[in-house]
């Protein structure tokens, strides 16, 4: 095997753009479910956490973790989950403690307050569910295709991760 077959070849410039458009749709995917979540906690008067908050307490669930956890598990999206954290604790959706064992590290969990807006946005998403697929908008091999893509690229870029360091 010669040296040149090891060399990856440029893409053709139709799967360059195709790639590059499911990169745009997944960061506006994320930032819509954001706008959703805002929307829902704007509704119902729950203004004291933020949609990213929000999905932190939901990502978490009955867990119990430390924010390096939250970041290696890929439970949290975005910069300043201890900023999140404190103010989650501050606020009383989240307990906190120091680890027994290693000091530094700090355990969280929810606490009932942030159990119940787990549990909210819990029924959001599950009444979502309820909507594409009664209305046929997304049918289950669709989202388990969906799924396995994402799976793919995800353990792709692991992949790229560990190669550069």
Same mark, same amino acid.
């Given at each position: 095997m010669s040296h040149h077959s090891m060399i990856p070849?440029?893409? @053709?410039?139709?799967?360059?753009?195709?790639?590059? $458009?499911?990169?745009?749709?997944?960061?506006?995917?994320?930032?819509?479910?954001?706008?959703?979540?805002k929307d829902e906690f704007e509704r119902t008067g729950t203004l004291e956490v933020n949609p990213v908050q929000a999905l932190l307490l939901f990502n978490v669930g009955d867990h119990e973790v430390t924010a390096g956890e939250l970041k290696s598990r890929g439970y949290?999206?975005?910069?300043?989950?201890?900023?999140?954290? @404190?103010?989650?604790v501050d606020c009383g959706y989240m307990h906190h403690q120091r680890c027994e064992i290693d %000091? *530094?590290?700090? *355990?969280? %969990?929810?606490?009932? @307050?942030?159990?119940?807006?787990?549990? *909210?946005? $819990?029924?959001?998403?599950?009444?979502?569910?309820?909507?594409? $697929?009664? *209305?046929?908008?997304?049918?289950?091999?669709?989202? $388990?295709?969906?799924?396995?893509?994402?799976r793919r690229l995800e353990r792709f870029w692991s992949e790229q991760i560990r190669y550069i360091y």
């Open positions: 070849r440029p893409a @053709k410039a139709d799967y360059v753009s195709g790639y590059k $458009e499911v990169l745009a749709l997944l960061e506006r995917l994320h930032r819509l479910l954001l706008d959703v979540l949290y999206q975005g910069s300043n989950v201890s900023y999140n954290l @404190k103010k989650l %000091r *530094r590290a700090v *355990r969280v %969990r929810l606490t009932a @307050k942030g159990q119940e807006v787990r549990c *909210r946005v $819990e029924d959001l998403l599950v009444a979502q569910a309820g909507t594409l $697929e009664g *209305r046929g908008i997304i049918d289950r091999s669709a989202l $388990e295709d969906v799924n396995v893509l994402f």
